[in-house]
C-alpha cells in the first residue's frame, strides 16, 4: 500500500514538473510578433501542401513540417524553464 502511495505521488510530481516546461522559439535577431506573422505562413504551407497532395496528415505531421518551416526562416526551439 505504502508503495503505491509514493508511486502515485512521484508520478504526480513528474507529471507537474513536466507541465513547467515548454518548447519556445528563439531567433537572435526577431522579435516575437514576427515569430507569429512567420509561423502563420508556415502553418498555410504546410496545409497547402497537404491539400495539393492529397494527403491526410495527422496533427504531429502538420507540427512537423511547421517547425521545420520555421527553422528554416532561422527559429530555434528551445525548453522555457
Not at 502538420?62 to 517547425?67: N, Q, T
Request: aromatic residues 12%; glycine residues 4%; contains cysteine.
Amino acid at each position: 500500500m505504502k508503495k503505491n502511495v509514493v508511486a502515485g505521488l512521484v508520478v504526480i510530481l513528474l507529471l507537474f514538473v513536466g507541465g513547467c516546461y515548454k518548447m519556445v522559439a528563439v531567433h537572435p535577431e526577431k522579435a516575437e510578433t514576427q515569430f507569429y506573422a512567420e509561423k502563420k505562413i508556415c502553418e498555410k504551407k504546410a496545409r497547402d501542401y497537404a491539400v495539393e497532395m492529397r494527403e491526410d496528415w495527422s496533427a504531429s505531421d502538420e507540427i512537423s513540417h511547421v517547425r521545420r518551416c520555421m527553422q528554416e526562416n532561422g527559429w530555434h526551439y528551445r525548453f522555457r524553464n
